[in-house]
T-cell receptor, first 116, second 116 residues
């Protein structure tokens, strides 16, 4: 089942902050975050593997609340280069053997636009 | 590191013909490769998963006889769209993963297929 992202779109001015949320109706084992610019392939940002885990990459960080089955991506002091569509990906449920092969189901995406 | 290439980047073909798209991991061995399609302003939809030396597994609703996948080596997977129709026009993206299911996927630049 596809995770749900909110908001669908965000418009910011350079230097402003944003939060993108990703929630699932099913148990989450991990959350992957990607950014895609128009006409290009998604670029990997980070993975969160454990409940309570937080990670940071420059001014982009994320948290993972396993109990609430959700993750949030935080963009602080946004730059023009942050513009793009952000996707969260969650692993598909594992089969009877416990293997998911790392298949991801992606949310519908959040369009982030940063203006000068 | 972790570079994935796709060829061709764009292809226009006539209805009824077949098109082959190549996906290569350039600097790592990919234990698993994934094929996605993406319609404009929509999310990535997983089509199939391929592991080197074994048959691809297709997601529900994806015709395996129409979308032929061959994972010939640890660095190459191909997707052949057979008897293409205009409704097959889309952005096809591959991704590759090295190692365990929890690891990140690296995406190729995508192939824009237009069927006339």
């Amino acid at each position: 089942q596809q995770p749900v992202q909110s908001p669908q779109a965000v418009i910011l001015r350079e230097g402003e902050d944003a939060v993108i949320n990703c929630s699932s109706s099913k148990a989450l084992y991990s959350v992957h975050w990607y950014r895609q610019k128009h006409g290009e392939a998604p670029v990997f940002l980070m993975i969160l593997l454990k409940g309570g885990e937080q990670k940071g990459h420059e001014k982009i960080s994320a948290s993972f609340n396993e109990k609430k089955q959700q993750s949030s991506l935080y963009l602080t002091a946004s730059q023009l280069s942050y513009s793009g569509t952000y996707f969260c990906g969650t692993p598909k449920p594992r089969n009877a053997g416990g293997t998911s092969y790392g298949k991801l189901t992606f949310g519908q995406g959040t369009i982030l636009t940063v203006h000068p | 590191g972790a570079v994935v290439s796709q060829h061709p980047s764009r292809v226009i073909c006539k209805s009824g013909t077949s098109v082959k798209i190549e996906c290569r991991s350039l600097d790592f061995q990919a234990t698993t490769m994934f094929w996605y399609r993406q319609f404009p302003k929509q999310s990535l939809m997983l089509m199939a998963t391929s592991n080197e030396g074994s048959k691809a597994t297709y997601e529900q609703g994806v015709e395996k006889d129409k979308f032929l996948i061959n994972h010939a080596s640890l660095t190459l997977s191909t997707l052949t769209v057979t008897s293409a129709h205009p409704e097959d026009s889309s952005f096809y993206i591959c991704s590759a993963r090295q190692g365990r299911a929890e690891y990140e996927q690296y995406f190729g630049p995508g192939t824009r297929l237009t069927v006339t």
